[in-house]
């Protein structure tokens, strides 16, 4: 079992920035991707932006150019600096993590609110 923690979420302005972290535990032997997630009322969960273990990168097109995912490989980290956040960005946001490993691969975090609001 891996459990992810994550945390930064919270209420700001448009055109504001907020950074979210996750952090993975447990039965970890090797993570290949690490990711955001976000899921709006009564919308699908889409994914905001993924990065590998050999740093490959990839973003949803709504968020290219405003936020940016990183990694702490050492310390089963992941981040995503959000800047010049838009009303459109509320959303629940999941960390997720996929293993390198061919079962018991896909975990997810509980979950955190990002409002961006006046």
């Known amino acids: 079992q891996v459990q992810l923690v994550e945390s930064g979420g919270g209420l700001v302005q448009p055109g504001g920035s907020l950074r979210l972290s996750c952090t993975a535990s447990g039965s970890i032997f090797r993570i290949d991707i690490m990711g955001w997630y976000r899921q709006a009322p009564g919308k699908q969960r889409e994914l905001v932006a993924s990065?590998?273990?050999?740093?490959?990168?990839n973003y949803v097109d709504s968020v290219e150019g405003r936020f940016t995912i990183s990694r702490e490989g050492a310390k089963n980290t992941v981040y995503l600096q959000m800047n010049s956040l838009k009303p459109e960005d509320t959303a629940v946001y999941y960390c997720?993590?996929?293993?390198?490993?061919?079962?018991?691969?896909?975990?997810w975090g509980q979950g955190t609110q990002v409002t961006v609001s006046s």
């Open positions: 990065i590998n273990r050999a740093g490959r990168i």
């Open positions: 997720n993590v996929v293993l390198a490993t061919v079962t018991d691969n896909n975990y």
